[in-house]
T-cell receptor
């Protein structure tokens, strides 16, 4: 299974942008980069995904390095409701979760 | 449209018993995956079904099994329950056979406690 490396935890202030990094040096050409998050006491929730180009949606942006060995999830303006565990996943036709990054938002 | 529905939400069983959990995917979705979440091991992939066939399987003992029906609803069964099987069991559904370029939708999970 493809592997990703994320920081265990991060902190950010409310209403500021958050950049969540992910390294995936063993990514293959067909692996899609997916991000999910899990809020307390809930199932995981899809955030965004991409293959090569940067992607934007209403929740976040995904910036993918040119060599695809790393990516960054960008939350443009963090709110307290964004406090969650964020998982970066290489989807090779199944979703395998790593440890993720626990994001703390400071009011 | 309705989301992924898992039943029951909570369950208490005794060691040695068996348990069956149910997952109803989003209407039109044909792929269902199951995960086990524990504080120590995190989210671990159990198996995935598509059109009533198991497509992928994680590293769990044979006590863990599943099936999918023609209406895409899925069940997972755990036999001879052990204390370590206490966990949140999550189900996810997605539209097609190729999951790489599509999002998965997760249910709220079934919290199983083995005593």
């Amino acid at each position: 299974d493809a592997k990703t490396t994320q920081p265990n935890s991060m902190e950010s202030n409310e209403e500021e942008p958050v950049h969540l990094p992910c390294n995936h040096s063993t990514i293959s050409g067909t692996d899609y980069i997916h991000w999910y998050r899990q809020l307390p006491s809930q199932g995981p929730e899809y955030v965004i995904h991409g293959l090569t180009s940067n992607v934007n949606n209403r929740m976040a942006s995904l910036a993918i390095a040119e060599d695809r060995k790393s990516s960054t999830l960008i939350l443009h303006r963090a709110t307290l409701r964004d406090a969650a565990v964020y998982y970066c996943i290489l989807n090779d036709d199944k979703i395998i979760f790593g440890k993720g990054t626990r994001l703390h938002i400071l009011p | 449209k309705a989301g992924v529905t898992q039943t029951p939400r909570y369950l208490i069983k005794t060691r040695g018993q068996q348990v069956t959990l149910s997952c109803s995917p989003i209407s039109g979705h044909r792929s269902v995956s199951w995960y086990q979440q524990t504080p120590g091991q995190g989210l671990q992939f159990l198996f995935e079904y598509f059109s009533e066939t198991q497509r992928n399987k994680g590293n769990f003992p044979g006590r863990f099994s599943g099936r999918q029906f023609s209406n895409s609803r899925s069940e997972m069964n755990v036999s001879t329950l052990e204390l370590g099987d206490s966990a949140l069991y999550l189900c996810a559904s997605s539209f097609g056979q190729n999951n790489m370029n599509t999002e998965a939708f997760f249910g709220q999970g079934t919290r199983l406690t083995v005593v």
